[in-house]
């Protein structure tokens, strides 16, 4: 069944007179497919709704909305590629975007977006997704990485409460940490890391603190360098862990969504998420739970943060790029993009749609996410030909290792570089 109906949207998208309501010659008809991997409830509704009020204003240009998934797109995308079959609108993050875009999978949308789009985001977020001189996707909904804190706790601990103007320091954090361990009492944490996946998080709060960790030669050739600011963030994780024990050691394996249950029942004062877990809090927290929304913390750079922006890019293959690029506009015109950022409970990179009063609302700490944009960068990896295997094969088990102190800075450092660079020379011959 699978099969057919893969066929068959081949067919709707690519040949005349397959059916009633396709791209057939008597109907001029164009089909596209849109491929989205909204997966909130409040997300897939938005999406499908944008998908429904462009189909009923262009009659002539259909969209079809597929559900792909954040779990296996890598690889369902390079499988579709490389079969013919890859959708012509694309929903992606800009790290998975690299291999695509030198690969010649996406179009370059250079000269196919309307000039309002391209001036409403901000250069730092273009950059996300601009690989050699081409941009492969466009930045729309991006995710600050936020403390999320205890009210009652903290509050009661008489620590100093960090703004958006005024972060914590990395050393003032790990403090605060140990501050708040020692008056929680036994099995209690100041704070609780979900580093299942560390790499992302060590990364891009990284910046704050100088760390780049990927640097680009003359050449266009990137090696990876070791500097001592890429070591505060692990640094710092690490001692909280392994010498203050004011971090759980348990949560590390965990996802973000596993640490909840214990952030309710008050075992950890503080959890470093991203900024849609909020929903989730919102959703699940006890009655009278008390909770805030705390900045990172920050370091000499100040509170700059990486991000991988959500995209959307066009299917080199199909045959209707500005027909794609016209959907594409319609589903970011700042109202748009104000839904599709409530709907996933996210900040959009259009500064016309970040300016929304309802963007700044106190509640559920949407000020506060608001007022961290205007820091947010690309992510050091963005541009990286290998990281996925980097991240997969060397950075992963290597922070996993360090985090847990099985092993020191020093074999850290040799495996994210010695072994990394040996990954990323493969893909830059």
Same mark, same amino acid.
């Given at each position: 069944?699978?099969?057919?109906?893969?066929?068959?949207? @081949?067919c709707?998208?690519l040949?005349t007179?397959?059916?009633?309501d396709?791209?057939?010659?008597?109907?001029?008809?164009i089909?596209?497919?849109f491929?989205?991997l909204?997966?909130?409830? !409040?997300? @897939?509704?938005? +999406?499908?709704e944008?998908?429904?009020?462009w189909?009923?204003?262009?009659?002539?240009?259909?969209?079809?909305y597929?559900? *792909?998934s954040w779990d296996s797109?890598h690889?369902?995308?390079?499988?579709s590629f490389?079969?013919g079959?890859?959708?012509?609108?694309?929903h992606?993050?800009s790290?998975?975007?690299?291999?695509?875009a030198?690969? *010649?999978?996406?179009a370059d949308?250079?000269?196919? %977006?309307?000039e309002?789009l391209?001036?409403?985001?901000?250069?730092?977020?273009?950059e996300?997704?601009?690989?050699?001189k081409?941009?492969?996707g466009v =930045? #729309?909904l991006?995710e600050?990485r936020?403390l999320?804190? +205890?009210?009652?706790?903290?509050?009661?601990?008489?620590?100093?409460?960090?703004?958006a103007?005024?972060p914590?320091?990395w050393e !003032?954090?790990?403090? @605060?940490?140990?501050?708040l361990?020692?008056?929680?009492?036994?099995?209690k944490?100041?704070?609780a890391w979900?580093?299942?996946?560390?790499?992302?998080v060590?990364?891009?709060?990284?910046?704050?603190?100088?760390g780049q960790?990927?640097h680009?030669?003359d050449?266009?050739?990137v090696?990876i360098k070791?500097?001592?600011g890429?070591?505060v963030? =692990? *640094?710092?994780?690490?001692?909280q862990v +392994?010498t203050?024990?004011?971090?759980?050691?348990?949560?590390?394996?965990?996802g973000?969504?596993?640490?909840?249950p214990g952030f309710?029942?008050?075992?950890?004062?503080m959890?470093?998420?991203?900024?849609s877990?909020?929903?989730?809090?919102?959703?699940?927290? =006890?009655k009278?739970f !008390?909770?805030t929304?705390? =900045?990172a913390?920050a370091?000499?750079e100040?509170?700059?943060?990486g991000v991988?922006p959500q995209?959307?890019?066009?299917? !080199?293959?199909?045959p209707h790029?500005?027909?794609a690029?016209? #959907?594409?506009?319609?589903? %970011?015109?700042p109202?748009n993009?104000?839904?599709?950022?409530? *709907?996933?409970?996210?900040?959009p990179?259009?500064s016309?749609a970040?300016?929304?009063?309802?963007?700044?609302?106190?509640?559920?700490?949407?000020?506060?996410?608001?007022?961290?944009a205007?820091?947010?960068?690309?992510?050091?990896?963005?541009?990286?030909?290998?990281y996925?295997?980097?991240?997969d094969? @060397?950075?992963?088990?290597?922070?996993q290792?360090?985090?847990s102190?099985?092993?020191?800075?020093?074999?850290l450092?040799k495996?994210l570089? +010695?072994?990394?660079? %040996?990954?990323?020379?493969?893909y830059?011959?």
């Open positions: 069944m699978r099969r057919l109906a893969a066929a068959a949207a @081949v709707a998208l040949l007179g397959c059916s009633a396709g791209g057939g010659a008597d109907s001029g008809r089909t596209l497919r491929q989205s909204a997966w909130q409830q !409040e997300s @897939v509704d938005a +999406n499908k944008l998908v429904k009020e189909n009923t204003s262009h009659p002539d240009i259909r969209v079809e597929v559900q *792909g797109v690889d369902q995308l390079l499988t490389e079969g079959e890859a959708p012509d609108i694309i992606d993050a790290d998975d975007l690299a291999d695509f030198y690969g *010649g999978y996406l949308l250079s000269g196919l %977006l309307p309002r391209t001036a409403d985001i901000p250069r730092q977020s273009w996300s997704a601009t690989f050699g081409g941009v492969y =930045p #729309f991006q600050p936020v999320i804190a +205890n009210k009652k706790i903290l509050d009661s601990s008489g620590v100093r409460i960090p703004t103007d005024k914590w320091s !003032e954090f790990r403090q @605060v940490t140990k501050t361990t020692e008056e929680m009492g036994e099995g944490y100041g704070v979900p580093l299942k996946e560390p790499v992302s060590t990364l891009n709060l990284g910046l704050s603190a100088g960790l990927f680009r030669g050449d266009g050739k090696t070791f500097t001592d890429d070591g963030v =692990p *640094g710092t994780v690490h001692d +392994n203050d024990k004011s971090a759980s050691r348990t949560t590390l394996g965990m973000g969504s596993d640490t909840l309710f029942g008050g075992k950890y004062a959890v470093p998420l991203g900024f877990y909020r929903q989730q809090i919102v959703q699940q927290a =006890p009278g !008390e909770w929304v705390l =900045p913390p370091g000499p100040g509170p700059a943060q991988s995209t959307l890019s066009v299917a !080199e293959d199909t790029k500005k027909e690029a016209r #959907f594409i506009d319609f589903m %970011l015109q109202r993009m104000v839904r599709l950022a409530k *709907g996933d409970w996210m900040l990179t259009g016309k970040l300016a929304d009063p309802a963007l700044h609302t106190d509640e559920a700490g949407w000020s506060t996410g608001a007022a961290l205007r820091d947010l960068r690309s992510a050091p990896a963005q541009s990286v030909r290998g996925p295997e980097w991240k094969k @060397v950075a992963t088990p290597a922070l290792e360090y985090y102190g099985a092993i020191d800075a020093a074999e450092e495996r570089v +010695n072994d990394g660079n %040996l990954v990323l020379s493969r830059q011959r």
